[in-house]
């Protein structure tokens, strides 16, 4: 499966990044839908021995950090890294801006908002050609079929045959689906229809009216992209976020970790966590129900759809995936959702560098064991509906 697209690469509109990184961000943190505004940490202590004027300098020498905001993907970037002496703020911000384009020119090969994409092609010729794609869009076509074969089907980027019969996006209605309209859609999800010719580069969908989607997993490939970018251009220490997907490279300039905050699904807003973390060269990519949702007769439903049953899925509240690339935790994080703690957590541990903090539909918080020690629960989240 995947979330319902709600702009140009989407799928979610924003994501809700449920992390945020409190040690370089003042407490708005890198909520979901609005970017937030870094704040100057203060500089480090003057000792015993230095004078007010040695103090000022040292505060002056504080490295000036950069931050970068735009949106691509139908989601807020935010980039941002430190200044030094070997690279001043305007070509930080050069080489951030350079990480921004690459993500742009990755949203055109695989949106399915302009007809004339990679994946626009793949779809309008289903059940009748082959058509070319990039690289990276077969890359991630890949990653996804990896990550369906490791989770039984419940990631599917063939979701797409969904779209349009719930409305999750600007234009959000809470009008149910009928069963046997859901039914119908659901009978043309098969990512075993997915035919790829590497030799050939090609992408097929064996039948007519297959659509398929990237938005559950093309954003953390474009974060994976923008770093490669940073890394290319010198930068050591920075971290790149997309919705709800995010890199971080480093520690800070005084040698530190970042700590990133795990959002409270049932809190008071994007900036309300129950859990830090401390994170170094590391992604992070977040599945939460609270975001796109409304609640009806006592029911809330939301964008992460279950292919199994063409309904919300309805066994976590939010899921946050720690793993080495942002690509390997934008493939997981759908899929452990829909799957519930303990078979997500199964998963989670049968892959590589990777662990996750899992809110259940009861409220309960699992820590997998690659994460325990390394999360601080602050606090049980918040209950409610």
């Given at each position: 499966m995947q979330r319902l697209r709600c702009s140009s690469?989407?799928?979610?509109?924003?994501?809700?990044?449920?992390?945020?990184?409190?040690?370089?961000?003042?407490?708005?943190?890198?909520?979901?839908?609005d970017a937030p505004r870094a704040r100057k940490e203060a500089p480090p202590a003057a000792s015993s021995a230095a004078s007010a004027p040695d103090a000022r300098a040292a505060a002056r020498a504080e490295p000036?950090?950069?931050?970068?905001?735009?949106?691509?993907?139908?989601?807020?970037?935010l980039l941002a890294a430190y200044a030094s002496a070997a690279m001043d703020e305007a070509a930080i911000r050069a080489r951030l801006e350079k990480a921004i384009a690459e993500i742009r020119r990755l949203e055109g090969l695989m949106t399915t908002w302009r007809p004339d994409s990679e994946l626009s092609r793949v779809n309008a010729a289903a059940g009748k050609s082959a058509a070319p794609v990039s690289p990276e869009s077969l890359d991630v076509i890949e990653k996804s079929l990896w990550i369906s074969e490791r989770s039984g089907g419940v990631f599917d980027v063939t979701f797409e045959a969904m779209h349009g019969l719930w409305k999750f996006d600007e234009d959000i209605d809470d009008n149910v689906p009928r069963r046997d309209d859901v039914e119908r859609a659901r009978a043309l999800i098969d990512y075993k229809q997915i035919r790829i010719d590497r030799a050939q580069r090609t992408v097929m969908l064996a039948r007519p009216g297959m659509r398929m989607s990237l938005g559950g997993i093309a954003k953390g490939y474009a974060v994976d992209a923008a770093a490669r970018v940073l890394?290319?251009?010198?930068?050591?220490?920075?971290?790149?976020?997309?919705?709800?997907?995010?890199?971080?490279?480093?520690?800070?300039?005084?040698?530190?970790?970042?700590?990133?905050?795990?959002?409270?699904?049932?809190?008071?807003?994007?900036?309300?966590?129950?859990?830090?973390?401390?994170?170094?060269?590391?992604?992070?990519?977040?599945?939460?129900?609270?975001?796109?949702?409304?609640?009806?007769?006592?029911?809330?439903?939301?964008?992460?759809?279950?292919?199994?049953?063409?309904f919300p899925a309805t066994e976590s509240r939010s899921v946050t995936i720690w793993a080495r690339d942002a690509l390997t935790?934008?493939?997981?994080?759908?899929?452990?959702?829909?799957?519930?703690?303990?078979?997500?957590?199964?998963?989670?541990?049968?892959?590589?560098?990777?662990?996750?903090?899992?809110?259940?539909?009861?409220?309960k918080v699992w820590v997998s064991k690659r994460l325990e020690g390394k999360v601080e629960v602050l606090r049980p989240p918040t209950d409610g509906l």
């Amino acid at each position: 499966m995947q979330r319902l697209r709600c702009s140009s690469l989407l799928l979610v509109r924003c994501s809700s990044l449920l992390l945020g990184l409190a040690a370089l961000l003042a407490p708005p943190a890198l909520a979901g839908c609005d970017a937030p505004r870094a704040r100057k940490e203060a500089p480090p202590a003057a000792s015993s021995a230095a004078s007010a004027p040695d103090a000022r300098a040292a505060a002056r020498a504080e490295p000036a950090r950069v931050a970068v905001e735009a949106r691509a993907m139908g989601t807020n970037l935010l980039l941002a890294a430190y200044a030094s002496a070997a690279m001043d703020e305007a070509a930080i911000r050069a080489r951030l801006e350079k990480a921004i384009a690459e993500i742009r020119r990755l949203e055109g090969l695989m949106t399915t908002w302009r007809p004339d994409s990679e994946l626009s092609r793949v779809n309008a010729a289903a059940g009748k050609s082959a058509a070319p794609v990039s690289p990276e869009s077969l890359d991630v076509i890949e990653k996804s079929l990896w990550i369906s074969e490791r989770s039984g089907g419940v990631f599917d980027v063939t979701f797409e045959a969904m779209h349009g019969l719930w409305k999750f996006d600007e234009d959000i209605d809470d009008n149910v689906p009928r069963r046997d309209d859901v039914e119908r859609a659901r009978a043309l999800i098969d990512y075993k229809q997915i035919r790829i010719d590497r030799a050939q580069r090609t992408v097929m969908l064996a039948r007519p009216g297959m659509r398929m989607s990237l938005g559950g997993i093309a954003k953390g490939y474009a974060v994976d992209a923008a770093a490669r970018v940073l890394r290319g251009e010198g930068l050591t220490s920075f971290f790149v976020q997309a919705g709800g997907d995010l890199y971080i490279a480093g520690k800070k300039p005084d040698g530190s970790r970042w700590r990133a905050g795990v959002r409270d699904p049932r809190g008071k807003g994007p900036n309300d966590y129950f859990a830090m973390i401390e994170v170094e060269d590391r992604a992070f990519s977040t599945a939460g129900d609270y975001e796109r949702s409304f609640i009806k007769e006592g029911r809330r439903y939301h964008h992460i759809i279950d292919p199994r049953t063409g309904f919300p899925a309805t066994e976590s509240r939010s899921v946050t995936i720690w793993a080495r690339d942002a690509l390997t935790a934008d493939a997981v994080d759908d899929a452990v959702f829909i799957l519930g703690a303990e078979k997500g957590l199964a998963l989670v541990e049968a892959i590589e560098d990777c662990g996750a903090v899992i809110v259940d539909r009861n409220n309960k918080v699992w820590v997998s064991k690659r994460l325990e020690g390394k999360v601080e629960v602050l606090r049980p989240p918040t209950d409610g509906l």
